[in-house]
Each structure stands twice: as C-alpha cells, then as structure tokens.
C-alpha cells in the first residue's frame, strides 16, 4: 500500500519533468548560430546550403584529431565565404554531421507575435 501511495505521489513529478524540450541554448561560432543535430522553434526559410571541404579520408597522421568543433567551425568559415560570393544572407546554420548544412534565414516577426490579445 506504501508502495501504491508513494508511486500516486511521485507520477506529478515524472509527467512535469519533460515538459520544456523545445528550449536549448545553440553555440555561436564566429558569432552564427550553429543548429547541430537540432532546429529552432523560431520560423525560419532555408536560403541555401553549405558543404564543408574537409573529408574523414583524407586526414593526416601527423595533424592532431579534428573533432566535431574543428568542423563546425570549418563548416561556418565555408558558409561565410560561399555568402560573401554569392550574397546569401543568413541568419544560422542547421547541421546534423559537421560536413553539410542549410544556411537559414528566420522569418521576420509580425506585430502579432509580441502583442498579447486579451479576450
């Protein structure tokens, strides 16, 4: 019975505790947001793409290993140059491997968005 009461007096808890997983706190490199593995709630379009020059097959022995910061950055650096050239402008970077991702741009905010409406 101890058991029944205890597990009835816990279950509020368990249900509460997942009730923010749309919320995250993105890394800037070079001052863009990088999206890795994730998106953001903000509406947004996707105004081009970008792949990142480095290949898993090709690494040197004597550089040391290049981890998944190595990439995003190398990732970012092609994203600034490619929307130098072709005058892309984006807002982030979505990526879910480090060697390719979408550049996007977030949609403006309507006046709706920030008035709250009373009934």
């Known amino acids: ?5 205890l597990i009835a007096m816990l279950s509020p808890l368990f249900c ?5 997983l ?16 994730s998106e953001p709630v903000k509406e947004y379009n996707v105004v081009g793409a970008v792949t990142n020059k480095f290949r898993t097959d090709t ?4 550089k040391p290993p290049i981890t998944i910061n ?3 950055n190398d990732l970012v650096d092609y994203a600034q140059a490619l929307a130098k050239k072709d005058k ?4 982030a970077i979505i990526t879910t491997d480090g060697l390719s991702g979408s550049l996007i741009k977030f949609k403006p905010k309507s006046i709706t968005d ?3 409406v009373k009934p």
């Open 1 to 5: 019975m101890k058991k029944i009461i």
């Open 70 to 72: 190595d990439m995003i």
């Open 16 to 20: 509460f505790a997942q009730k923010d």
């Open 88 to 91: 892309i402008d984006f807002d």
């Open 114 to 116: 920030s008035v709250a």
């Open 59 to 62: 690494t040197q022995t004597t």
């Open 22 to 37: 749309q919320t995250a706190i993105v890394t800037k490199h070079n001052n863009i947001p990088v999206f890795v593995m």
